[in-house]
């Protein structure tokens, strides 16, 4: 099928890129020339594991523009992928997919067209775009015919191209039996999983097919922010129990793969820590809230669930002092500055929140990033830590180092050599990943989140 992608961040990227791998024909529109010349150079604009090699494998089906022309009128897949950032009463800012939805509507082709809204938005969103389609072609004077959808993303940064390969579900709502016919059409291979892996992404064990859900515009709308919400309050949960565990002398390891394993709770987003950042989940439980609040609706659970997520970065603070006594004059060391590892993003990301707080307390604060160093020089050169790119560099003198962001090259660390760097051996692990016998054998004194050891 001829498909056209508007925008090109995580979503509209990853989208395009998977699709062009299954053989259809892509192209990729985005506003940012510099962006759409970074593309075609080959050059991918986010770092995102194994995007570039799908790129480069596709590139005879991928093309990338500024022009909404001649892409939307020979498409009979349109995808709206753009931002929809937060505004300061929690609703998201709609305004780059209005733009986005005038200009399909002025560009339309003859046949039919099924315009699919990837971007998250809130519920209603379908009949919206609509009306902004049949408004910019009423413009123009254009007669043409044309479907909304709503095809909700599920994919993490830092594994979405596993996570589009191979969904656990395609969620399609829609008023019109013949769009949603053209989604799964679009969607056979990764429904049917019947396509050659490419290289570095194997198929899960287990995955033979993907579920197709077709259900009305709001309900799929309503879905993508009930999945977002639900897993933030998963992550608040075992969290909020991971504090009883320190107090009790229990373990929040233990007590996530006791429950994790009843099926009906399930072990994925069980990781107590210092809880969840990125763009999705603060801007989606955000979102929902204040949807909710136009009818009337508290949504008790997701605010307690924000809520949770808001003091476990504060409960570092309260570590950190309650261990130090002062803060002011000393050097606090972090490892990880992105909201995850494998990726460079650092929307929401708790390591930049700490650094800030400890620094209004007066504190040195040098951080180190596998990835996101440069981005962080870049966006956060006032508020955020001293970058080092020697992760020595964050031990050295230390009064204590804490582990914010799980990447491999902090679990796999050389600890003795990085302890004996530090003037006190503190470390504070805030994913509860690091070994204790090892560090401890080390020499340090470890404080891990969630357990009362
Ligand atoms: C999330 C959802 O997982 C995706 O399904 C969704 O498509 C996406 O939002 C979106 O709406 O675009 P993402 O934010 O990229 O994906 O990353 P996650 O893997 O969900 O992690 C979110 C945060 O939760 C991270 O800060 C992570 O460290 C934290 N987390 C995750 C925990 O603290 N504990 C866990 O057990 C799991």
Known sequence: MNVSIIGTGYVGLTTGAALAFLGHKVTCIDIDPKKVAALKRGE????????????????????????????????????????????????????????????????????????????????????????IVRDAMREVKKEARFSVVSNPEFLRE??????????????????????????????????????????????????????????????????????????????????EVAELAEKVGANAGHIARGIGLDARIGER???????????????????????????????????????????QRARVIEILLGELRILKGKKIGILGLAFKPFTDDLRDAPALEIASRLKERGAKVVGFDPIANA???????????????????????????????????????????LLPLMKNKLIIDGRSVLDRSKLVAAGARLITLGCSA
């Open 269 to 311: 987003f069980l990781q107590a820590g210092i809880g969840w950042g990125g763009s999705c989940f603060a801007k989606d439980t955000s979102a929902l809230i204040s949807t909710a609040r136009e009818y009337g609706l508290p949504m008790a659970i997701t605010q307690a669930a924000r809520d949770v997520n808001s003091r």
């Open 44 to 131: 991918c604009p986010i770092y995102e594991p194994e995007l570039e090699n799908i790129l480069k494998s596709a590139r005879d089906r991928l093309n990338f523009t500024t022009e909404y022309e001649p892409a939307i009128s020979s498409s009979q897949v349109v995808f709206i992928a753009v931002g929809t950032p937060s505004q300061p009463d929690g609703q998201p800012d709609l305004s780059y997919l209005k733009s986005a939805a005038q200009a399909v509507g002025r560009n339309l082709g003859t046949g039919v067209t099924v315009i699919v809204n990837k971007s998250t938005v809130p519920i209603g969103s379908g009949n919206w775009v609509e009306s």
């Open 158 to 239: 830092g594994s979405a191209l596993s996570d589009m390969l191979y969904p656990d579900r395609i969620v399609v709502g829609s008023e019109d039996p013949a769009a949603t016919k053209v989604m799964q059409d679009l969607y056979q291979p990764l429904l049917a999983q019947d396509f050659v892996e490419p290289k570095n992404l194997p198929r899960p064990k287990n995955r033979q097919q993907s579920p197709f859900v077709a259900t009305d515009l709001q309900s799929a709308e309503l879905i993508k922010y009930a999945a977002n919400a639900f897993l933030a309050l998963k992550i608040s949960f075992i969290n």
């Open 375 to 417: 981005k962080v020089r870049q966006d956060w050169a006032e508020k955020g830590p001293i970058v080092t790119d020697d992760v020595a560099e964050v031990f050295n003198e230390a009064d204590a180092v804490v582990l914010v962001t799980e990447w491999p090259e902090f679990t796999n660390a050389d600890w003795s050599t």
